[in-house]
């Protein structure tokens, strides 16, 4: 089945400094790829996704790089704020397995003032 | 946007007794919902995906009679924790798919936490 590798685990940026988190994927056939954002005790909140078939995404201070051939991907938080502390998650899709969501193993970062 | 409830958001139980945990799509249809776990600091584990109407599809390790899946309609998917014991305290969180417009994307409920004595 698929496998999903997040890194860092932890990730301490400056306000208003950039964060990057970076996935990898196992299942080349992989075709949606999610990312949440989780504050503690609630719910994950989809904040941006990616297709197979586009590279690059953004909305706003968020983006998202997708490439295929090295099966990795990535999420960009600029102009990080206080507010972004969070745990977040990338997953990878595969629609073929009924398109059950693969999470890595989440990121906490944490932006101080 | 799409809003998935669950009921209760957090439950206190004694060792041996069962638990029903309820998920409902509000403002859509969902004929597949997923139950996860999450342990503490830890990430999202699927345990099941449940299919309205047919049975639910377990995922390799979960005990399908002890963590019983009921999705009798398009918009409520119930997991039952039987016998349950300490080792099943967890926060238990299920999402479900909009079946009438983007079929990939999945919105979680709040989640239930479960503490089990």
């Known amino acids: 089945g698929e496998n999903v590798e997040q890194h860092p685990s932890t990730l301490s940026v400056q306000e208003g400094d950039s964060a990057v988190i970076k996935c990898t994927y196992s299942d080349s056939a992989s075709n949606y790829f999610p990312w949440y954002k989780q504050e503690l005790g609630k719910r994950p909140q989809l904040i941006i996704d990616?297709?197979?078939?586009?590279g690059e995404k953004k909305d706003q201070r968020i983006a998202v790089t997708l490439n295929k051939t090295a099966k990795h991907f990535s999420l960009h938080i600029t102009e990080t704020q206080p507010e972004d502390s969070a745990v977040y998650f990338c997953?990878?899709?595969?629609?073929?397995?009924?398109?059950?969501?693969?999470f890595g193993g989440g990121t906490r970062v944490l932006v101080k003032p | 946007g799409a809003v998935v409830s669950q009921h209760p958001s957090r439950v206190i139980c004694k060792s041996g007794t069962s638990v029903k945990i309820e998920c409902r799509s509000l403002?859509?249809?969902?004929?597949?919902m997923f139950w996860y776990r999450q342990f503490p600091k830890q990430s999202l584990m699927l345990m099941a995906t449940s299919n309205e109407g047919s049975k639910a599809t377990y995922e390799q390790g979960v005990e399908k009679d002890k963590f019983l899946i009921n999705h009798a309609s398009l918009t409520l998917s119930t997991l039952t924790v039987t016998s349950a014991h300490p080792e099943d305290s967890s926060f238990y969180i299920c999402?479900?798919?909009?079946?009438?417009?983007?079929?990939?994307?999945?919105?979680f409920g709040p989640g239930t936490r479960l503490l089990v004595l």
């Open positions: 403002d859509f249809q969902a004929t597949t």
């Open positions: 990616i297709r197979s078939n586009v």
């Open positions: 997953a990878a899709t595969l629609k073929a397995a009924g398109n059950k969501l693969t």
């Open positions: 999402s479900a798919r909009d079946a009438g417009t983007n079929q990939e994307t999945q919105y």
